[in-house]
């Protein structure tokens, strides 16, 4: 098959988007497909044509050996680089590696859709309802067998101008400890975990400097999970320890910051009720392929969960690929099956 792994982008996870990418295009290389690495952001020069190499061909990366000049693409009106989209027309479907941003909320999906070409993953209303933690929040609400944080919403409009009236309208809801994070982010980027009233104003200017949205969470104090839906199915719960601190950016990237134990060692019944918990996120957000949803069970082995990750991280270290190697799927199995489900849902006519 000819596939176009598509990597990078302009959201605050391109350089775990860059990684994912090119472990993603090795796997597929591996499986025997002819595969471009395309960095949805870098111009392509020549005939996109020549980009897509097997793996008998070597490893020579598309993506360019100096890094675009991500400001200046901020600000020009097309988000994909030249040729890019016509590289990921030549392909019989796009392997989507980008996190967060435009690549991940939706908009690159919906953009896809209209010009008919197929990638892999969530559509684009699972996607942008993931995406937003706030819409997420309100329809997984009304659904029995899965517990989310009680949360608020903080809108940048309602904050700026009464600064400290509206940090004590949040405290009077929320209360201590909390959690402030950016309603669309990923990658912990702009989480705060709020233990005093002097952190609250920091936390709020922090989340709220990334996004117009942000959420407040009652703090949920307990160990951390994560469950893998693929094809429809839970994976085995994969448990992440940070060594300190919470499962913030650096211990989610800097190797040997946090031990991730799979299969995780809890009762059955707990990792039961999170896989269900996962399968039910997938299908009311309305997902396909595959997902990975993030939980906190407390002590008293209550299972909190705290959103779905509609393209999560993907390099053979990531939680959903450990969570895969412990049922006996390889990476590069891992990647096939990806894009075999993702092909289904071409397949169906209800979609
Ligand atoms: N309500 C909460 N209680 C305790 N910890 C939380 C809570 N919300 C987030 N966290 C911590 O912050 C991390 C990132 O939050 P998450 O909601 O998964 O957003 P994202 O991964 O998209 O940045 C979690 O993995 C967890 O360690
Ligand atoms: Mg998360």
Not at 58 to 64: H, L, M, Q
Not at 269 to 294: I, N, P, Q
Not at 322 to 349: H, M
């Amino acid at each position: 098959m000819k596939i176009a792994v598509l990597c990078g982008g302009i959201s605050p996870e391109r350089d775990v988007s860059l990684s994912t990418g090119a472990q993603v295009a090795k796997a597929l290389r591996l499986k025997g497909h002819s595969v471009a690495l395309i960095d949805s952001a870098s111009d392509i020069t020549g005939d996109p044509a020549g980009l897509f190499l097997t793996h008998s061909e070597g490893e020579s990366a598309v993506i360019r050996d100096t890094a675009p000049d991500l400001a200046a693409l901020l600000n020009r009106p097309e988000y994909f680089g030249r040729g890019v989209v016509d590289a990921c027309k030549m392909a019989d479907i796009v392997f989507t590696a980008m996190h967060g941003g435009a690549g991940e909320d939706g908009t690159l999906q919906a953009a896809f859709d209209l010009l008919g070409i197929k990638y892999t993953g969530s559509g684009s209303k699972g996607c942008a309802v993931s995406m937003d933690k706030t819409v997420a929040k309100r329809i997984m609400a009304p659904v029995s067998g899965v517990r989310m944080p009680k949360g608020m919403t903080l809108l940048r409009d309602d904050y700026n101008g009464s600064e400290e009236e509206y940090a004590a309208s949040v405290l009077r809801e929320i209360g201590l400890p909390m959690v402030i994070k950016p309603a669309c982010g990923g990658s912990s980027v702009g989480v705060s975990i709020v233990r005093t009233e002097a952190e609250l104003l920091p936390a709020l200017e922090l989340a709220l400097s990334y996004e117009p949205k942000a959420v407040a969470e009652e703090y949920i104090k307990g160990r951390e999970f994560s469950v893998g839906v693929l094809g429809g199915r839970a994976l085995p719960a994969i448990e992440i320890r940070p060594k300190s601190g919470f499962y913030d950016y650096k211990n989610k990237y800097q190797s040997g910051c946090t031990d991730e134990i799979c299969p995780a060692d809890i009762p059955a019944a707990a990792e039961e009720e999170m896989r269900a918990a996962a399968v039910k996120m997938h299908d009311e957000l309305g997902l396909s392929a595959y997902s990975r949803t993030d939980f906190i069970m407390t002590e008293d082995g209550v299972c909190y969960a705290l959103e779905a990750n509609t393209l999560p991280g993907m390099t053979p270290m990531s939680l959903l690929p450990q969570e895969a190697a412990a049922v006996g799927v390889d990476f590069p199995a891992l990647c096939q099956i990806i894009i075999e489900e993702s092909l289904n849902k071409y397949d169906r006519t209800d979609s």
